[in-house]
């Protein structure tokens, strides 16, 4: 079965680790020859969908680099830094002229 510690720690393949999870189809096909309710394995099967997705979402996390983000983040803050500098400096320039004139 799965052993997420080692996906986790990249000691197993992430396709390897969805493999595994759809060899539970075999299991689901053993349930339906056994007669088992369809609405219980309607659920398993449902869970071991929403399993394949959080697998590859936390995947594609864990592989993105976000060093291209994390420069415009602060670009941004550093030219939002600079207008407010510059707007607060024309304010404070009007008021001096006005109290001075």
Known sequence: ???YQEWFYKKERTQSSLNKIS???DYFIEFEKESILAYNIIKMRNEQNNEGKIIVRIDSMREADFTFAANSIVETMRFSFLV??????VIISKNYVTLSG
Not at 84 to 89: G, Q
């Open 1 to 3: 079965m799965l052993n």
């Open 84 to 89: 407010l500098k510059h707007v607060n400096y």
């Open 23 to 25: 060899q539970m189809n």
